[in-house]
């Protein structure tokens, strides 16, 4: 069986070479709470969706069981009061999540902008997903907010997990489970 390989111009490298530049720029800023880590994001998301890298690369993933997909499906299918939308929502959602964080990195009006419902209809989605376990939500306070303050919605972690395509080399780095790990001290070995 022969590989297929999709050949690149030398515009389409440096374009995915200044997005891993972007991408790399913006993680430490994803670490600070408020409205900065939500900013943040939303550019990685954009930035992850405009490029689309070589397999091997350290480009963050979703990886979701087939039969946990399904039972989310056939559960909004069965008991969402707009069951078709209600998959759309579902579906939407893994193209927007934040990498190692499972952050859904959209607000409820851009969800309801892509799917074509109302506002008040994404809410609903997203609490029926929300009552069946397939993504949870915090609070955040915001100053001068009222009410219970501004919901973060992330993917539940039994259902998909978000994680990275590791070279061989970087995978040879982490230690396997049961090494024993050397302690340095003061930066020497």
Sequence with gaps: MRNVTRLKTRKDRLREDQADLLKQA???????????????????????????????????????????????????????????????????????????????MLTREEIAEKVGIRVNEVTAVMNELVSFGAIFSEREKVAGMRGPGLARYYMNRHVAEVGSRATQEELALIPRPGAKLAVVQGGKA
Excluded at 44 to 62: A, M
Excluded at 78 to 103: C, E, I, Y
């Design 26 to 104: 913006l993680l430490p800023f994803a670490e600070d709470d408020g409205p900065m880590r939500d900013a943040v994001g939303r550019l990685y998301v954009q930035i992850k969706n405009l490029t689309t890298p070589d397999p091997g690369t350290t480009e963050p993933f979703v990886m979701i069981r087939p039969a946990q997909n399904r039972a989310v499906t056939l559960w909004l299918l069965k008991n969402s009061k707009r069951p078709m939308k209600a998959v759309d929502v579902w579906t939407l959602l893994f193209d927007h999540l934040f990498p190692h964080t499972g952050q859904i």
